[in-house]
């Protein structure tokens, strides 16, 4: 496995543009990290039981073992309810309210980051071609030492770039599809609160 040193002689190549483009997939993975996490012990599926029973026993499964924020999102009703129908269903509304956002938060950031990658990548190739055109213009072909600078400027950004936005794409859509399904499956917890602790009153 190459060390640190290695990493840095072989991006060096690649110029200025290798700072953007390595703040950007840190920042991109790091947000990418953080919807992991939040999605971490997710389980979307859910019996369409009326029993009480059966829905005190996936709130308390979903309370202890399941994600975080569906976690918070139970035991923030439990703290506040009422023990009124009309107010604990609102209680439920807005909490549902207040997390929603968070299931989305940064999905599109990921997205336009892994989308600008390339970009710089592309940047890269045309500083790196016009570099290579510059020494050819001054020594002609006899500078291949020079050439291969500009070259290789072009290759590493390019490659860069790209090995940022692929994963990056692909996490993307993974996250959005997980973020879809994880708000079905909010929904169908605030029913289960609402069954279980508003229509009984």
């Given at each position: 496995?190459?060390?640190?040193?290695?990493?840095?002689?072989?991006?060096?190549?690649?110029?200025?543009?290798?700072?953007?483009?390595?703040?950007?997939?840190?920042?991109?993975?790091?947000?990418?990290?953080?919807?992991?996490?939040?999605?971490?012990?997710?389980?979307?599926?859910?019996?369409?039981?009326?029993?009480?029973?059966?829905?005190?026993?996936?709130?308390?499964?979903?309370?202890?073992?399941?994600?975080?924020?569906?976690?918070?999102?139970?035991?923030?009703?439990?703290?506040?309810?009422?023990?009124?129908?009309?107010?604990?269903?609102?209680?439920?509304?807005?909490?549902?309210?207040?997390?929603?956002?968070a299931i989305?938060?940064?999905?599109?950031?990921?997205?336009?980051?892994?989308?600008?990658?390339?970009?710089?990548?592309?940047?890269?190739?045309?500083?790196?071609?016009?570099?290579?055109?510059d020494v050819?213009?001054?020594?002609?072909?006899?500078?291949?030492?020079?050439?291969?600078?500009?070259?290789?400027?072009?290759?590493?950004?390019?490659?860069?770039?790209?090995?940022?936005?692929?994963?990056?794409?692909?996490?993307?859509?993974?996250?959005?599809?997980?973020?879809?399904?994880?708000?079905?499956?909010?929904?169908?917890?605030?029913?289960?609160?609402?069954?279980?602790?508003?229509?009984?009153?």
């Open positions: 496995m190459p060390d640190i040193a290695e990493i840095i002689n072989y991006l060096k190549p690649g110029g200025i543009l290798m700072i953007p483009l390595i703040t950007l997939s840190f920042l991109m993975w790091l947000m990418i990290l953080d919807k992991i996490v939040l999605f971490r012990n997710f389980n979307c599926k859910f019996e369409n039981s009326s029993d009480s029973e059966e829905i005190e026993k996936d709130l308390n499964k979903l309370r202890h073992d399941g994600s975080i924020l569906i976690s918070d999102f139970i035991n923030a009703f439990l703290k506040e309810r009422t023990g009124f129908k009309d107010f604990d269903k609102a209680i439920i509304k807005r909490n549902m309210l207040l997390l929603k956002p989305y938060k940064n999905l599109d950031v990921i997205s336009i980051l892994s989308a600008v990658a390339p970009l710089f990548g592309l940047l890269g190739t045309v500083t790196g071609m016009i570099h290579t055109f050819i213009n001054i020594f002609g072909n006899g500078n291949s030492s020079g050439m291969a600078i500009g070259i290789k400027e072009a290759l590493i950004t390019t490659q860069g770039g790209l090995f940022i936005a692929i994963p990056g794409i692909f996490m993307s859509y993974y996250l959005g599809k997980k973020a879809e399904a994880f708000e079905n499956s909010l929904n169908q917890t605030s029913v289960k609160l609402q069954r279980m602790y508003c229509e009984k009153i």
